[in-house]
């Protein structure tokens, strides 16, 4: 296992090329991902700073630069999904199974939990077995498997859904609060 300081913190559109290295490969040679097209780095500045409107979007960075990301998306437009996430991880292929995905993932329930929200979903390409067993370790469950819902690199693949109770459901919830009313609390306790 490699050593490294991990530093968890908010993206910034800045960080597009250095997470557009972390996702490239995913993108290009595997199924983990179902984009076959390498997005352009202006394209994902666009997806940062879209998704941060509304969820954290996380970089881990260590001296060797970002080595991975998390974030949250909304799982459905409508509303009442407001409480629901669909979450996402990629870290290097360089850096697995040395804390980093970890670290991210409790950064991200820290902000999400903040929110208010209550259900994390991940889709997952089936077979993905790192990737099952590292969000069973964090208190996932199977929620759903789709058949031959992808076709990438030659071959159909089925996706799972997992999914994760944050919180409690109360009627009526707690409202959902805005990602940039925690970032301007966030900056000032600074
Ligand atoms: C799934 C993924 C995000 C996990 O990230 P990671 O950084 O390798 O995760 P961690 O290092 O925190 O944990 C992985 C394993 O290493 C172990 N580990 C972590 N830190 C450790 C440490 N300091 N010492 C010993 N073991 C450690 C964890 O317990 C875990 O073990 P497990 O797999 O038996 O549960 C990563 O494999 C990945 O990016 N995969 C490709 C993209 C993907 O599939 N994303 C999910 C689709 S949304």
């Not at 993206?11 to 090329?17: H, K, L, N, Q, S």
């Not at 780095?41 to 630069?65: C, M, Q, T, W």
């Amino acid at each position: 296992m490699k050593s490294h300081d991990i530093n968890i913190r908010l993206a910034a559109a800045d960080d597009a090329e250095e997470l557009l290295r972390v996702y490239r490969p995913y993108v290009e040679e595997t199924a983990v991902t179902f984009e076959i097209t390498v997005p352009t780095a202006e394209e994902f500045r666009a997806r940062i700073e879209n998704i941060l409107k509304k969820h954290p979007y996380l970089a881990a960075v260590s001296d060797h630069g970002i080595t991975g990301y998390a974030y949250a998306a909304p799982f459905k437009g409508r509303e009442a999904y407001d409480w629901a996430v669909e979450t996402t991880i990629y870290v290097d292929r360089e850096w697995h199974d040395c804390g980093i995905g970890t670290a991210l993932y409790q950064e991200l329930e820290r902000w999400l939990s903040a929110q208010n929200i209550l259900n994390l979903n991940a889709c997952i390409t089936y077979p993905n077995p790192d990737s099952i067993r590292f969000h069973r370790g964090f208190g996932y469950r199977d929620a759903a498997r789709f058949t031959k819902c992808g076709y990438k690199l030659g071959a159909w693949h089925d996706v799972v859904w997992m999914e994760k109770i944050l919180g409690r459901h109360k009627n009526p919830p707690k409202p959902v609060v805005p990602m940039e009313d925690l970032i301007r609390q966030m900056n000032a306790g600074r």
